[in-house]
T-cell receptor
Framework: EAQVTQNPRYLITVTGKKLTVTCSQN?????MSWYRQDPGLGLRQIYY???????DKGDVPEGYKVSRKEKRNFPLILESPSPNQTSLYFC??????????FGPGTRLTVT | AQKITQTQPGMFVQEKEAVTLDCTYD???????LFWYKQPSSGEMIFLIY????DEQNATEGRYSLNFQKARKSANLVISASQLGDSAMYFC??????????????WGLGTSLAVNP
C-alpha cells in the first residue's frame, strides 16, 4: 500500500529536550515536505527536499532541522523545542503532478 | 495578498444534497495546478481532486467535481449527494509550476462542512 508514515503520532515533551519526528514514504517520490498546522494560520511549510541531500527552507524554518540521506526518509528535528512549536505536524511527499500525500500527522505539545 | 481565498469559514448541507465550496486563487503563472483536500476530525489530510491550468475539462472524481473558471480564477469544489462522512474541513491549494520551489502547495484557510442528517 502506497503510504507516508510518521512517528510518533503524539508527543508531549519539555522545553529544550531534543526530539526527532520520523517520516518515511514508499512511493519513490523525490519531493518531500514538512508542514505545521495551527488554528487560523493554515498549513505552513517548514522545510522541503527536492531529492536526496537537497533540502531547503520553507516559510517557517526557525527552530527546525531536516536531513535527507535516503530517498524514502525525511526526519524533522527539533534541537531545542519551545512552547511555540506546539502544533500538528505533517510530512508529505509529492507525486509528479504535484498532489501531495500526507502522513497521519504528529501532535506535538511542548511544555 | 492571499493567493488562495476560501471565503466560507463554515457551511451546512442536508444529507443527499449537493454543496459547493468556494475557492479563488491569485497567480500570474500561466501553468499551475489546483488541488482540494479533506481533513476529517481525525486529522489526516486526504487528497481529493486535481485540476491543471491547461485542462479543458473540469476534473471529476466520483462524487467530487471541480468547477474551474479560469478567467474568474476560481476553482470551486462540488460535492454531490452529500453523506454524513463528508463532514470535515476542506482545503483548496495551488501549485505554481514556474516557481523555484515548484512543488510547494499554497494553501487556503479551509472551509468547515457539516452534513446534517
Amino acid at each position: 500500500e502506497a503510504q507516508v508514515t510518521q512517528n510518533p503520532r503524539y508527543l508531549i515533551t519539555v522545553t529544550g529536550k531534543k526530539l526527532t519526528v520520523t517520516c518515511s514514504q514508499n512511493m519513490n517520490h523525490e519531493y518531500m515536505s514538512w508542514y505545521r498546522q495551527d488554528p487560523g494560520l493554515g498549513l505552513r511549510q517548514i522545510y522541503y527536499s527536492m531529492n536526496v541531500e537537497v533540502t531547503d527552507k520553507g516559510d517557517v524554518p526557525e527552530g527546525y532541522k531536516v536531513s535527507r540521506k535516503e530517498k524514502r526518509n525525511f526526519p524533522l528535528i527539533l534541537e531545542s523545542p519551545s512552547p511555540n512549536q506546539t502544533s500538528l505536524y505533517f510530512c508529505a511527499s509529492s507525486a509528479p503532478r504535484g498532489e501531495q500525500y500526507f502522513g497521519p500527522g504528529t501532535r506535538l505539545t511542548v511544555t | 495578498a492571499q493567493k488562495i481565498t476560501q471565503t466560507q469559514p463554515g457551511m451546512f448541507v442536508q444529507e443527499k444534497e449537493a454543496v459547493t465550496l468556494d475557492c479563488t486563487y491569485d497567480t500570474s503563472d500561466q501553468s499551475y495546478g489546483l488541488f482540494w483536500y479533506k481533513q476529517p476530525s481525525s486529522g489526516e489530510m486526504i487528497f481529493l481532486i486535481y485540476q491543471g491550468s491547461y485542462d479543458e475539462q473540469n476534473a471529476t472524481e466520483g462524487r467530487y467535481s471541480l468547477n474551474f473558471q479560469k478567467a474568474r480564477k476560481s476553482a470551486n469544489l462540488v460535492i454531490s449527494a452529500s453523506q454524513l462522512g463528508d463532514s470535515a474541513m476542506y482545503f483548496c491549494a495551488m501549485r505554481e509550476i514556474s516557481a523555484g520551489n515548484n512543488r510547494k502547495l499554497i494553501w487556503g484557510l479551509g472551509t468547515s462542512l457539516a452534513v446534517n442528517p
